[in-house]
């Protein structure tokens, strides 16, 4: 049992934060667990590998490198004086490691089309099933993430403006994508961490760096995870899927993987995922926890090859990198330009009106750093007032509340729409 106990104290290498220790026997014990180790083959960025080539970083990384933020943080509590028991930071790590558990393929691209359930609900239903599995091991920490547990601040350090997650993302990010305007100065960000009224707040010295991580983060959305380019990627992905879902319906044969086929064949709501609807001896749940990358990856790849005209075109756009032009416009798309980009399409492309819908994509992006309804960032003077970083910083941050839109129209480079 000793050898096992040492075996379990593990340290990992990580290019971002460097050695990661993994100080609990659970964590580790998590780790191991087919649930997390899938997280290995999810991207953290989706397909922003087509537009950044190192972004080729998963889903497992990013939990790592939280949990070790995490672990970082309530080091730096403890020494201010803030009561954190062996068993909540075991639980508070645990949440933050399980937080993005339920993501679907390709990150947030697929939340809305293979299944119509929320990665969120999904997260915690998996978690649910852990628990069982560890024999009630979890309860503290799902607790903890669903902010039913009486300290607060807790579920602030996994979920807030300020949380474990955002600060790892954004580094990891900004490290893999190579865009410098997302780095962040995490240590002195954690070192400023406090509690107030059991609410998470960050010292006055500390102020300076959350403006820093305020701006960064504004940029990291128009640089990365709202690029243009990324947005097209996304945009054939989601299509070529509902196409393939499309001529499965109607009986016509279209190669998936196992896994696949059994979202392409059903329609699953959240009940579904809840109240353990099985199909071919597996629960939804249980056949989630084996679609990742992978799965369409391999099967977009098969479909460059089928005799449907808008499949095999879409699966080589994506394949072979041949992505749809897009503009941006701070107005909505008109119904003229749509209507007029959509006979194009049929004359050039399908020769048929319902089929161009699949190569034409319109919609908002929109980009807001910092939401002031919505946990605010708290900053704690010397003479232990508090105020929100709006007030305390003398720097005008209003840039940062306001949501601004963008609108989209993606089509095929080779059209001339002009």
Not at 173 to 195: Q, W, Y
Not at 244 to 261: C, H, M, Q, R, Y
Request: proline residues 2%; charged residues 25%.
């Amino acid at each position: 049992m000793a050898q096992n106990h040492l075996n379990k104290k593990k340290i990992i290498n990580d290019p971002v934060f460097g050695f990661i220790n993994i100080q609990s026997e659970l964590v580790f014990d998590l780790l191991e667990h087919p649930f997390i180790q899938r997280l290995r083959r999810i991207k953290q960025l989706g397909l922003s590998y087509l537009v950044f080539p190192g972004a080729n970083h998963s889903r497992f990384e990013h939990a790592l490198g939280a949990s070790h933020l995490m672990r970082q943080a309530i080091s730096v509590l403890r020494l201010k004086g803030h009561e954190i028991t062996r068993d909540e930071a075991e639980a508070v790590t645990v949440a933050i490691l399980l937080h993005d558990i339920g993501h679907a393929p390709f990150s947030h691209v697929l939340e809305n089309t293979l299944v119509e359930i929320s990665h969120e609900e999904i997260s915690l239903l998996l978690m649910n099933e852990l628990n069982l599995q560890f024999k009630g091991k979890l309860d503290l920490a799902i607790k903890i993430f669903t902010d039913r547990y009486k300290k607060k601040f807790l579920h602030q350090l996994v979920s807030s403006q300020l949380d474990m997650d955002r600060l790892d993302y954004l580094s990891r990010d900004s490290f893999f994508t190579g865009v410098a305007e997302g780095t962040v100065g995490i240590d002195r960000i954690i070192k400023m961490l406090n509690v107030w009224q059991d609410q998470l707040v960050v010292d006055v010295k500390g102020i300076y760096s959350i403006e820093k991580f305020l701006i960064s983060r504004r940029l990291m959305y128009w640089q990365v995870y709202l690029h243009k380019t990324v947005v097209s990627a996304e945009f054939l992905l989601i299509n070529v899927l509902k196409r393939a879902k499309e001529l499965i319906t109607s009986g016509i044969n279209v190669f998936v993987t196992p896994t696949l086929d059994v979202f392409m064949k059903n329609s699953f709501t959240p009940a579904d995922f809840k109240h353990n609807i099985t199909n071919k001896g597996k629960t939804v749940l249980e056949w989630y926890s084996l679609l990742d990358d992978n799965d369409i990856l391999i099967s977009v790849k098969e479909w460059q090859n089928h005799s449907d005209l808008v499949l095999s075109s879409l699966a080589k756009s994506l394949i072979n990198r041949k992505l749809f032009k897009t503009t941006l416009q701070t107005k909505p798309i008109s119904n003229k330009l749509e209507n007029k980009v959509i006979k194009k399409i049929t004359k050039d492309i399908t020769g048929d009106a319902t089929l161009a819908k699949y190569f034409l994509m319109t919609g908002e992006i929109r980009n807001n750093a910092y939401n002031k309804h919505n946990e605010n960032i708290l900053v704690l003077d010397k003479m232990g007032n508090i105020k929100d970083i709006q007030q305390a910083s003398d720097m005008d941050l209003s840039a940062l509340t306001k949501t601004v839109r963008k609108y989209y129209l993606c089509y095929p480079k080779e059209l001339d729409i002009n």
